[in-house]
């Protein structure tokens, strides 16, 4: 038997490849080399580092934590984000 390329399994009733690398994009990457520097920024300042309005940084954000890439530790004020797995 032969197998195809990339190998499957189920989840949540949905396929989903193995070992796919994830795609980022431009503004993704920039905001976790900013994370990487300083894990307490929030996003507030991270929308004027980066000319971006803050509920395009808030949707990054989300993107990045429905990834498994980021995870966001302690209280909203005073915590911190941990990246969680880059490649």
């Known amino acids: 038997m032969k197998h195809s390329?990339?190998?499957?399994?189920?989840?949540?009733?949905e396929d989903e490849p193995i070992n796919e690398p994830?795609?980022?994009t431009k503004a993704e990457?920039?905001?976790?080399?900013l994370l990487e520097k300083?894990?307490?920024l929030s996003k507030p300042k991270i929308s004027k580092m980066i000319e971006l309005s803050e509920s395009s940084v808030k949707r990054i954000f989300k993107d990045l934590q429905k990834k498994g890439i980021i995870k966001h530790f302690g209280p909203n004020k005073t915590g911190?984000?941990?990246i969680i797995k880059w490649e």
């Open 38 to 40: 300083d894990p307490e």
């Open 80 to 82: 911190h984000w941990r």
């Open 5 to 13: 390329k990339h190998f499957f399994r189920i989840l949540n009733g």
């Open 29 to 33: 990457k920039t905001i976790l080399l």
């Open 22 to 24: 994830i795609k980022l």
